[in-house]
């Protein structure tokens, strides 16, 4: 029998930090951390694409308890992040428990030996009692089912995976994709490239830029009175709350908050591209949140340069010399992009192969039933399994709300446990229906259900038509009920 951790933790992002740092302060020392890439980061340390940085305000986008005072621009460049990770993998000495290049192909739940035993690619065996998926929530690239992209005779690069080596400068370029990530890589890409196609199936809604250097006088007042940056931080979350609560879920009763979002990105748009073509082209016809909007204040105008064109005609096929639409015109191409975003309801919910009690698969029993994890973090059959990447956990816009309204969670979890000197804890099958049912209820009134959505093709949306990705209430909501939910909703033994 191999040794049984405390825990094993997969995944060495953000969320899988957090919940280490947790862990360490209720206690449990002897951790393990299973990262598949070759360093810590997650989503930072795997995305580099020329122009990758936060998309929401870097003030809010940190853990609380460890405040940056050292970001560069209000929007922090990508490479920023990663240092920010490293940074706190060894503030909280977080790296000793980490093992890098470990794929892990699945997990089951051990009856006898009440514990988690951790299947890896490489053969090996982990075991842990207790087990923290922390995979994220865009891990898995979606690579696109478009005949024919394999006989592609150039360069084939996926944002997730970009080549630093690819050569960019002049060549003809295509990118397939108009989402967050290409907002970012479009501008750069028309910079450089020679000619640049942009394959859009659905546009995005994308608003101006507030952005600029952090300057030297303010970081330094925020290094040395942390009550600044916490007062910035503050604000740059009220307005995100705002923007998301009244835009995005409390769509039926102000549908007004939803419109000053949609006319804030048409009036960008209106400013930018002069040509009404191009401008309707680029405009959604989705209701504003029904999919993830993005700030840019160089996207719209990259359209309007002679060298790039906007390309709406559904993709037909690749050939080895570039992508032919359907209309049988053919754009020859050195580089293609897949900017095609990543697989969610298939792969990442979970990640890998998880076996309940019972002989329960968690993946299908989702997909066979409906997707819900009690109060976004754990699931019936599934004894001291903390699921952090899970259907209705996204709490907020900045993903550190989600990680520290799930830290709180397990804070009274793990303390609940320990006071009883119990070793096993279960979310009852009544507590996970009755959440269900309380945040169907709630989305009903958000834009998802009560707007028009059915062309956005949003990846917030699962193969049952449910927008169960983001909490319908608000983070603060959230936070409150992750330090008060009814302990009796967990069995402990
Ligand atoms: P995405 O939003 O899912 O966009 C993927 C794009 O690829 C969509 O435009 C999609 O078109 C298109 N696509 C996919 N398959 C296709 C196919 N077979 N044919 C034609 N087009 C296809 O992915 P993403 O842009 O990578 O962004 C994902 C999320 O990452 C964002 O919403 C955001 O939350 C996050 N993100 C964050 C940051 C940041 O904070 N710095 C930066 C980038 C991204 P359809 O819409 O028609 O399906």
């Known amino acids: 029998m191999t040794h049984v951790h405390d825990a094993v933790i997969i995944g060495a992002g953000f969320g899988g930090m957090g919940a280490a740092i947790q862990l360490r302060r209720l206690g449990y020392d002897d951790l393990l951390v299973l990262e598949r890439e070759d360093d810590l980061g997650g989503t930072w340390h795997v995305n580099r694409y020329p122009g990758l940085a936060v998309d929401i305000p870097s003030a809010t986008y940190s853990y609380s308890f460890e405040p940056n005072p050292h970001w560069s621009r209000l929007f922090a460049p990508g490479p920023e992040l990663k240092a920010y990770a490293t940074h706190v993998a060894d503030k909280y000495d977080l790296r000793r428990h980490m093992r890098f290049n470990a794929v892990v192909s699945g997990a089951r739940w051990d009856e006898d030996a009440s514990c988690w035993e951790v299947a890896l690619e490489d053969g090996s065996v982990e075991r842990g009692r207790f087990l923290l998926t922390a995979t994220g929530f865009l891990s898995q690239p979606k690579k696109p089912d478009i005949p024919g992209i394999d006989d592609f005779a150039g360069k084939v690069v996926h944002t997730t995976r970009w080549d630093d080596d690819v050569e960019l400068e002049g060549k003809r370029i295509g990118i397939i994709g108009t989402g967050a990530t290409a907002v970012q890589l479009v501008p750069k890409l028309g910079k450089v490239a020679g000619h640049l196609t942009v394959y859009q199936r659905t546009p995005i809604y994308v608003s101006a830029k507030v952005d600029g250097n952090v300057p030297a006088p303010v970081r330094a007042a925020f290094a040395k009175v942390p009550l600044t940056q916490r007062a910035t931080r503050l604000v740059g979350t009220s307005i995100l709350e705002v923007m998301m609560v009244a835009g995005v879920l409390h769509y039926r009763n102000m549908p007004w908050a939803n419109a000053i979002g949609r006319a804030a990105c048409e009036r960008h748009l209106k400013r930018q591209v002069k040509d009404p073509e191009l401008r309707r082209k680029l405009t959604p016809d989705y209701d504003f949140g029904c999919k993830r909007p993005s700030f840019s204040n160089s996207y719209y105008p990259t359209f309007t340069k002679p060298h790039v064109d906007l390309e709406t005609t559904p993709i037909d096929h690749v050939d080895e010399g570039g992508i032919v639409t359907t209309d049988g015109r053919r754009a020859d191409l050195d580089v293609l992009v897949l900017a095609t975003g990543f697989n969610l309801w298939d792969a990442n919910f979970p990640a890998i192969e998880i076996i309940g009690r019972e ?32 259907p209705y956990s996204y709490s907020g816009l900045s993903y550190f709300t989600t990680i520290e309204t799930q830290m709180a969670h397990m804070e009274r979890l793990f303390g609940a446990l320990q006071e009883r000197g119990a070793g096993v804890f279960e979310v009852s099958e009544e507590a996970n229906d009755a959440f269900l049912e309380r945040m169907t209820e709630l989305l009903g009134n958000s834009v998802f259900n009560a707007g028009s959505c059915a062309t956005a093709r949003s990846y917030y949306f699962n193969q049952h038509g449910e927008a169960v990705l983001l909490r319908p209430t608000s983070t603060i909501s959230a936070h409150r009920e992750a330090a008060r939910f009814p302990l009796d909703d967990y069995a402990y033994a």
């Open 359 to 390: 002989g329960r698969d968690l993946g299908k029993w989702w997909r066979d039933n409906r997707f819900c994890a009690y109060e976004g973090i754990t699931v019936p059959k599934f004894p001291n399994f903390i699921s952090l990447n899970s």
